[in-house]
DNA sequence: AATATAACGTACGTATACTGACGATATGAA
DNA sequence: TTCATATCGTCAGTATACGTACGTTATATT
């Protein structure tokens, strides 16, 4: 007689699969929250550090926000037309553009906070607040550890 | 004298934030193991599912994998072509597709088992076994009370 | 039976996300 | 100073991911 191994586990059950249906999760809050603006959360990410480290170049930019150039200079290219943010060229490196927010950009950036941490708490509001630490840490870990995988290679090989 | 309030938070310390990059890192992490397949996460679970469940529609297909419909039509149509699924119309329902694994699909299912168990493995292998079963009860919590986020409307309204 | 409603698959548009390649520019070492 | 190397921004290609809308087909209501 055969037992019958579930050797690679329900798909609900497998790390990967539960991140991704997160991160869904988290888009659709976050839409919800921010429908009036028309923005998205890496876009506002990007905006965030603009705005608190105003000047850094494309590539910085992209680290910073954890996002490769080619996906970073898209979304950047958006924000300009929108005019939220500026791209100037570096008198000092001819290769690089400066990316700063513009008035427009700063000014969403203030409408939108409230929206915003809503729809961060809302993402892990389904915990009891205890909990809710408990697995706030224990992400940070993970990212902490692994933070060089998923991202562009900054340096090429 | 003023105190200077960070009130959104760090960028590395918002919950969407963690989670995007925590998707980056499994999406890396999977390629690394799966780079002989040259198959995606996603597809991957719509060939687990279409395993065991075989003769859905792309509807439930969709559902069963978290994935909206256009979203599945387009990976089940990669599949195809490669000759991993196959779809057949329904006789019962005109309207409907019924995916299932070819015999090649099969095979490939199984030699990426282990591959695909050391990228769900090493997604979480920084945190100690305790707290790893933690990481993943609280996520799968989190991921049921909110599942009816971020997947297209099954109903339309 | 006629009609309204709903569900299925699909197409289009948009946004993230990454790889690989490219020309332009900077910087290191020979 | 020359030359190899590295970085910057960009482009092309591909893959998820979703909203919306559409024609086709089922089902429920009247």
Redesign the interface.
Known sequence: MTIELD???A????????????????????AEECAAFDIT??QY?IM??ADSQPGLDQAQLAY???VDRATLANVVARLETKGLLRRRPSVSDKRVKLVSLSSRGAALLEKM?LP??R??DR??A??PPK?RE???A??????N???D???APLKLG
């Open positions: 050797i690679a586990g798909l609900a059950e497998r790390p990967g699969f539960l991140i991704r249906r997160m991160h869904q999760i988290h888009l659709a809050l976050f959360p890496v990410s965030t550090v910073e926000v954890g906070l915003v941490q729809a961060h993402t892990i389904a915990l909990d408990t697995f706030m224990l992400l940070m870990r993970l990212v550890a692994e933070n995988y998923g991202r």
